[in-house]
């Protein structure tokens, strides 16, 4: 079955750092582009970042440029967001999401989501 | 990036069809066919409907459907049915300094 599991969030306190796993199975991880999507409570989705297969491409949307960094390691199938200086609007479920094979802008396969919740 | 712009609801009728719409810019939707729709129910991850504009991913019933026109894309459902009520989202490639940027959404209610 291919699958997708987020993992890493929690409770951060405004300042404070994280860092999301997203382990995948069911496919062969090393082909596929990655992203990061989030969904603040009771808001719509919000892109946040791409990886290229191979980790050599990688864009961020600007409310996360310069604070979070996305990257990926094809030996153990798992995609990361390292994300500092965290603000309380980066408060939000966090989806990791396959690009569908040899397209653009599909995201076929999404996790359940790992919640993240910047507050003092 | 501005999010693209969705109408916050829409409703219908089991059996009727609907068309919720997606407008952005040149920059995004009007200036490439990568736009993709996707349905979360509520607590769910979303699912992929739609992309490429108009292609439908193996398994998703063909009562979706997308088009463009211009600055604005288009989802349709036909046949309405209850288990269609969902949040609906559209997204777009952008040659902006970014990749990708989603629409803020549309509820569909089936009355």
Request: proline share 3%; with cysteine; glycine share 12%.
């Amino acid at each position: 079955e291919v699958q997708l599991v987020e993992s890493g969030g929690g409770l951060v306190q405004p300042g404070g750092s994280l860092r999301l796993s997203c382990a995948a199975s069911g496919f062969t991880f090393s082909s596929y582009e990655m992203n990061w999507v989030r969904q603040a409570p009771g808001k719509g989705l919000e892109w946040v970042s791409y990886i290229s297969s191979s980790g050599s491409t990688i864009y961020y949307a600007d409310s996360v440029k310069g604070r979070f960094t996305i990257s990926r390691d094809n030996a153990k199938n798992s995609l990361y967001l390292q994300m500092n200086s965290l603000r309380a609007e980066d408060t939000a479920v966090y989806y990791c999401a396959r690009e569908g094979w040899l397209q653009l802008n599909a995201f076929d396969i999404w996790g359940q989501g790992t919640m993240v919740t910047v507050s003092s | 990036q501005s999010a693209l712009t969705q109408p916050a609801s829409v409703s219908g009728s089991p059996g009727q069809s609907i068309t919720i719409s997606c407008t952005g810019t040149s920059s995004d939707v009007g200036g490439y066919n990568y736009v993709s729709w996707y349905q979360q129910h509520p607590g769910k991850a979303p699912k992929l409907m739609i992309y490429d504009v108009s292609n439908r991913p193996s398994g998703v019933s063909n009562r979706f459907s997308g088009s463009k026109s211009g600055n604005t894309a288009s989802l349709t459902i036909s046949g309405l049915q209850a288990e269609d009520e969902a949040d609906y989202y559209c997204s777009s490639y952008t040659s902006s300094s970014t990749l990708a940027v989603f629409g803020g959404g549309t509820k569909l209610t089936v009355l």
